[in-house]
């Protein structure tokens, strides 16, 4: 940890864009309350009023073509005297006197005439798209997203989670119309509008994190309690009162019985895709042992780094680990490799405990990939980082840190 922190003080800032990242990152950091600003939404927001002689009364949100011809999107339709519909359906029914609030470039929106619709010179929807019934919220795309790739039309987002995408922030700057035939990125940002009710159905889709407008204020009050449990969990299994996973357990029921968290904050807060990824891994591993595979890899290990000696095959186990850490969980990867590195050491008469702690620690150099940790993702979009900024600031990190393990390992287990 020390020497990954003096590296990014004394040289990993200065391998960062030498774009001024500090005003755009803290543009960023004020969405909670000028997301609108930070996206420019009142270039690109108008009302739209349907007469009563308009061919568009009486035809659905997706008969009328306004997004598939025009490129625009329809964030809310008002009706008087009733609620406004925020987010509506491509099977809305538009209706005469109907007025809406769409999202697009003007020259876009004043074709609606030809439709049949009448532009307005003002909207006042500006200052009013977040309140206590409509959120406007940012959120990023998860890694490893299956969302990546595809279009918001393709992946239904707005029949799916009853939410409207406003505009997606990609390379600095914010796309405000087309946005729902652009083919999502990582890093790419998207500025949602809808019912607050609906946001909880997006947050819990694992391809998708959400960056603000948590369902619930922080219940501050239980801060203590919370610490309390988690402190009294660390105590019994430092002790070894009882086994980990029983500690654990008891530990998490604690906060909900408590009321630190709900039942359904904790069914969020669980990494499933994780869970189960490891849990399918798990007889991956069983198998590469029955089968003999771990000790084929062992022995062309041991093959070609055996005449180097132990700190060869240390090296290489770590590397190996540090690769497959880029495109696949850090679970999975030391579940695959701890045998095939634990039985590769007792052929060479390395200890295996540090070959072990090797590939633990391997699992954990994440840092040359967008996609290899959910942080990486996180401030991809809003720092304006690239994926050549993540192997530029990365791979120097990895490599020192690399040398570390190979110096500080044999201090507590000596590898011969």
Known sequence: VAVGVLYMLLVGHR????????EEIGRIQRLRRELSDTY??????????????????????????????????????????????????????????DTLLIAGRDERVRQLADLGADVLETTTWDNSLSTDQTALLEVILAPR??????????LRFREKYGLSVVAL???????????????????????????RGNVSVLRADPDFLVLAEPDDPPRARKGWLAAIVMALTLVVVALDLLPIAVAMMLGALSMIVTGCLTVDEAYRGV???????????????????????????????????????PLALTSGIFLLTALLTQVMSGQVSAVVLTPVAVTAAYQVGADPRAVAMAVAVGCGMVFMTPTG????????????????????????????????????????????
């Open 169 to 195: 922030w990609r390379g600095g700057r914010p796309y405000r119309t087309d946005v729902g035939n652009l083919q999502l990125q990582f890093g790419d940002a998207l500025l949602v509008h809808g019912p």
């Open 15 to 22: 391998l960062l864009p030498s774009v001024s990242l500090s």
């Open 271 to 309: 990494e499933w895709r994780a869970i189960f990824l490891v849990a399918g891994m798990l007889p991956a591993g069983i198998a590469l042992n029955r089968s003999g595979a771990t000790e084929w890899l062992s022995q062309l290990l041991v093959t070609v780094l055996a005449d180097w000696g």
């Open 40 to 97: 420019a939404l009142g270039e690109r927001l108008s009302e739209v009023r349907i007469p009563g002689k308009s061919p568009l009364v009486g035809k659905s949100i997706a008969a009328s073509q306004i997004g598939e011809r025009l490129g625009l999107t329809i964030l809310a339709v008002c009706r008087d005297g009733q609620p406004a519909c925020v987010a509506p359906g491509s099977e809305h029914i538009l209706g005469a006197e």
């Open 373 to 416: 940790h959910p942080v990486n993702v996180f401030v991809m979009g809003p720092g304006g980082y690239r994926f050549r900024d993540f192997l530029r600031v990365g791979l120097p990190m990895t490599v020192l840190l690399f040398l570390t393990v190979l110096i500080v390992l044999p201090w507590f287990w000596p590898l011969g």
């Open 145 to 154: 997203s299956n969302a990546a790739g595809h279009t918001l039309k393709e």
